[in-house]
T-cell receptor, first 116, second 111 residues
Framework: EAGVAQSPRYKIIEKRQSVAFWCNPISGHATLYWYQQILGQGPKLLIQFQNNGVVDDSQLPKDRFSAERLKGVDSTLKIQPAKLEDSAVYLC??????????????FGPGTRLTVT | KQEVTQIPAALSVPEGENLVLNCSFTDSAIYNLQWFRQDPGKGLTSLLLIQSSQREQTSGRLNASLDKSSGRSTLYIAASQPGDSATYLCAGQTIADGLTFGKGTHLIIQP
């Protein structure tokens, strides 16, 4: 079974530029998550989708971050404009939903963003 | 709001020792708890998932326990090996939310 795919794996941009990350979840997984992991910290949830809809985006900095999940499969996370403090690893995860209960989360390899 | 704390932040032990990593959480309404391993520059690998109705899970040399009443989970690693060196992350989940992670325990197993 293929795992969660993410691209690119690495990205270096200058502050005030924009950047986009792509995630393809495990086939059949209705729930998709984006996490931000700053060096030395645990991952922090940015946004959670179930199918096409947003379940939780309370920790997403909406003035600069946006995310979408078209057709309930792939998802894109965008940052515009980027700040130095956005330097982090961006992790995508997916999980099955059974009887309205979210199951184990499976993570992709992440995208390491460096903002200079 | 769920908060997860992991102790110790770092641990270095000789090969062959048994060790325990600790995780505490503030919201007893936790639905499941996952332990992950993260190697440098890599993503997260799920080690064990404990549902709230369970008290422990075992996989090979790993055993994880969950005590909702005290808000604690432990990860026990038996007969440690240098290949076990990594950062271990604990994360709790309520029934429909994303995971709340601790900061992790950085483990070094000395050959």
């Amino acid at each position: 079974e293929a795992g969660v795919a993410q691209s690119p794996r690495y990205k270096i941009i200058e502050k005030r530029q924009s950047v986009a990350f792509w995630c393809n979840p495990i086939s059949g997984h209705a729930t998709l998550y984006w996490y931000q992991q700053i060096l030395g910290q645990g991952p922090k949830l940015l946004i959670q989708f179930q199918n096409n809809g947003v379940v939780d985006d309370s920790q997403l900095p909406k003035d600069r971050f946006s995310a979408e999940r078209l057709k309930g499969v792939d998802s894109t996370l965008k940052i515009q404009p980027a700040k130095l403090e956005d330097s982090a690893v961006y992790l995508c995860a997916s999980s099955l939903v059974v009887a309205q209960v979210v199951g184990e989360q499976y993570f992709g390899p992440g995208t390491r963003l460096t903002v200079t | 709001k769920q908060e997860v704390t992991q102790i110790p932040a770092a641990l270095s032990v000789p090969e062959g020792e048994n060790l325990v990593l600790n995780c505490s959480f503030t919201d007893s309404a936790i639905y499941n708890l996952q332990w992950f391993r993260q190697d440098p520059g890599k993503g997260l690998t799920s080690l064990l998932l404990i549902q709230s109705s369970q008290r422990e899970q075992t996989s090979g040399r790993l055993n994880a326990s969950l005590d909702k009443s005290s808000g604690r989970s432990t990860l026990y690693i038996a007969a440690s090996q240098p290949g076990d060196s990594a950062t271990y992350l604990c994360a709790g989940q309520t029934i429909a939310d994303g995971l709340t992670f601790g900061k992790g325990t950085h483990l070094i197993i000395q050959p």
